[in-house]
């Protein structure tokens, strides 16, 4: 795609505001619309549009693959290690209360740690799959040719 | 309805994404930002962007099927009768003694500002009232993104003959 002048100067514009959005609705999710599903889903679209635009090759580099997996893993981690912190400090699993000492700083702790754990884990999700069934022509490109 | 009749499959992508932010603008209208925000962004956006990801590698037009299939017809028409049928018991829309609007929906609304000091209502019950399921979906986008790499990571076998599409290749 190195034809592509308006393509690649507009995506050049817009995938930093597309990121910017997704980190909006990420951390601004308890006082807007938003929150951790939404803002890996938006956030994994504007890498997909830097692999529709400069190829997935370049798109490894900047997130590779092996990253991808361990940030899917890390973000349900991360869920899970807000509820398990709050056993260990004497609640039920998922309470927040145990974790700070004000009430409302608690739940809010608790919430945006939360969200981002499942935000990192959708957006890492939906880049792997799409990573995955682009790769997936790549090589059936390559074994077609090897018939042909 | 177009979807469903539309053989190439590119153009009933393409539908479906204008159907999916169509629901978005209704959602908004209806001032359920949340739910508006994520179907224009799941239905609209990523959910397309697959699909074509998928079509990609898949055949572009679908198989036409000769012929109607008369057993799975009754089947709908009975299922879909049966559901027309019930809708009747159903309490009158909007009646305030709801079973939905008695349930837990009131503590929800009166409680969660004084109980965490979050103003987005939905985030509060969705990460912290709720937080249980909300791991258990989180759970099931790693499984699906584990299942797609368990299932793509494997290399493509070579093909015995050629295949007669023009360059297109179904798997």
Avoid: C
């Amino acid at each position: 795609m190195r034809e592509h002048g308006i393509l690649r100067i507009v995506a050049r514009l817009l995938i930093p505001l597309i990121m910017l959005f997704g980190l909006y609705i990420q951390f601004h999710g308890d006082y807007s619309p938003g929150g951790g599903f939404q803002a890996g889903v938006v956030f994994a679209s504007a890498w997909i549009l830097f692999v529709l635009i400069y190829g997935l090759d370049d798109a490894l580099k900047v997130i590779p693959e092996r990253a991808m997996f361990v940030l899917m893993l890390l973000g349900v981690l991360l869920y899970a290690a807000v509820g398990i912190a709050g056993v260990l400090l004497g609640g039920h699993f998922l309470n927040f209360y145990p974790l700070l000492p004000g009430k409302h700083a608690a739940q809010q702790f608790g919430i945006i740690t939360v969200e981002l754990g499942v935000g990192v884990t959708v957006a890492t999700v939906m880049m792997l799959i799409f990573t995955q069934f682009a790769r997936r022509r790549q090589l059936l490109a390559e074994v077609n040719e090897e018939v042909d | 309805m177009a979807v469903v009749r539309m053989r190439n499959l590119f153009a009933s992508a393409m539908l479906f994404a204008i159907y999916s932010l169509l629901s978005a603008g209704l959602f908004a209208v209806l001032d359920a930002g949340d739910v508006a925000l994520t179907e224009a962004a799941v239905g609209a956006g990523i959910s397309t962007l697959l699909i074509l990801a998928v079509l990609t590698v898949a055949r572009r037009d679908e198989k036409p099927v000769p012929g109607h299939k008369l057993p799975a017809l009754i089947v709908v028409v009975v299922t879909g009768a049966a559901l027309i049928w019930a809708t009747l018991d159903l309490p009158e829309f909007g009646a305030p003694d709801n079973p939905v609007h008695t349930h837990v929906a009131p503590y929800y609304i009166e409680q969660s500002y004084p109980d965490m000091g979050v103003p987005n209502m939905v985030a509060a019950v969705l990460a912290s009232y709720r937080s249980i399921d909300t791991i258990g979906e989180a759970f099931v986008i790693l499984t699906a993104g584990l299942a797609v790499w368990a299932l793509l990571s494997v290399p493509p076998r070579r093909r015995r003959r050629k295949l007669p599409t023009e360059g297109e290749d179904a798997r």
